[in-house]
């Protein structure tokens, strides 16, 4: 069984500064499964990029995803305000436990 | 436009049972595998239960197995989940989501979700 470990818990930064979310997987995974999610609080999940490094319709560009094997990156290039959320990983039937970006 | 609409949660004694149901609209509903996925209050994503198209192929997280069953009507654009013999750690927001094979079986859309609390 594939464990998806998020880092860090979570990450207290400043509007337009940039975010970076790490995933690393338990074993190699493909990328093609990688996707990942924002919740903001009240709300279901997102669809933010799919295969790793794809966007979802609709996700702003500031939104990018990269990685192989078993680490994956979740980057956001300058932070809105709208983007102080809760962020997950997933494969499969396996999520990770999630990043919390907050406000500094 | 998608729309997936969850309903059926509530407050139910351990032991209990409840039925969700999830209506789908927007899209050929029979095209696409479907899934539960549950978050406990404060905590993450859980995957619980996902059904193939046809209703062929069922698969379960562990701890449900046995007591839970995942269904669908693809006549009614509805997808169902039986829960029985309900835990307190069954507690949880259950939302239904669209799983799209051409982007990695990712979950494209969401319901808002429909709280179970399972509690004496």
């Known amino acids: 069984e594939i464990v998806l470990t998020q880092s860090p818990g979570t990450l207290s930064l400043s509007p337009g500064e940039r975010a970076t979310l790490s995933c690393r997987a338990s074993?190699?995974?493909?990328?093609?499964?990688l996707a990942w999610y924002q919740q903001k609080p009240g709300q279901a999940p997102r669809l933010l990029i799919y295969g790793a490094s794809s966007r979802a319709t609709g996700i702003p560009d500031r939104f990018s995803g990269s990685g192989s094997g078993t680490d994956f990156t979740l980057t956001i290039s300058r932070l809105e305000p709208e983007d102080f959320a809760v962020y997950y990983c997933q494969q499969y039937f396996t999520f990770g436990g999630g990043t919390k970006v907050e406000i500094k | 436009e998608v729309q997936l609409v969850e309903s059926g949660g509530g407050l139910v004694q351990p032991g209990g049972s409840l039925r969700l149901s999830c209506a789908a609209s927007?899209?050929?509903?029979?095209?696409?595998?479907m899934s539960w996925v549950r978050q406990a209050p404060g905590k993450g994503l859980e995957w619980v239960a996902n059904i193939k198209q046809d209703g062929s192929e069922k698969y379960y997280v562990d701890s449900v197995k046995g007591r839970f069953t995942i269904s669908r009507d693809n006549a009614k654009n509805s997808l169902y989940l039986q829960m029985n013999s309900l835990r307190a750690e069954d507690t949880a927001v259950y939302y239904c989501?669209?799983?799209?094979?051409?982007?990695?079986?990712?979950?494209?859309?969401w319901g808002q979700g429909t709280l179970v609390t399972v509690s004496s």
């Open positions: 989501a669209r799983v799209d094979e051409w982007s990695g079986y990712s979950f494209d859309y």
């Open positions: 074993q190699s995974v493909s990328s093609s499964y």
């Open positions: 927007g899209f050929t509903f029979s095209s696409y595998w």
